[in-house]
């Protein structure tokens, strides 16, 4: 049980868990689009362009919504960042965090 609370503490392998459950979930959603007979991902997923103005527009609720969050959080007297994440990268050697493990694929896990 030591053995597993050190793994929460290091950086590395808190990365690497990101990078594949990334990995891993995405290609699960692809294979079960493509499971579905003449579905195009695209199609299905409703991935659509859109224009600039709705996209700041979204860029700017989400800007919000973080002010908000973190807003709130302080108010809370609670940490903005969890403590395993600040022990994590504090941790971690400057490998996968620095392609951004944290913070671009974890959001879409």
Known sequence: MARLGS???DGYLLSLATFLA??????LIVGVV???KGSLLTEYLCIRPVSLRVFLRWIG?????VVLSDLLTALLGRPIVPPFVV?????SEPRLDDLGGFHHCGPLV
Request: aromatic share 10%; hydrophobic share 45%.
């Open 7 to 9: 793994a929460f503490e």
């Open 22 to 27: 990334t990995a891993v979930c995405c290609g």
């Open 34 to 36: 493509k499971l579905k």
């Open 61 to 65: 609720f989400l800007l919000g919504l």
């Open 87 to 91: 022990c994590g990268v504090r941790n």
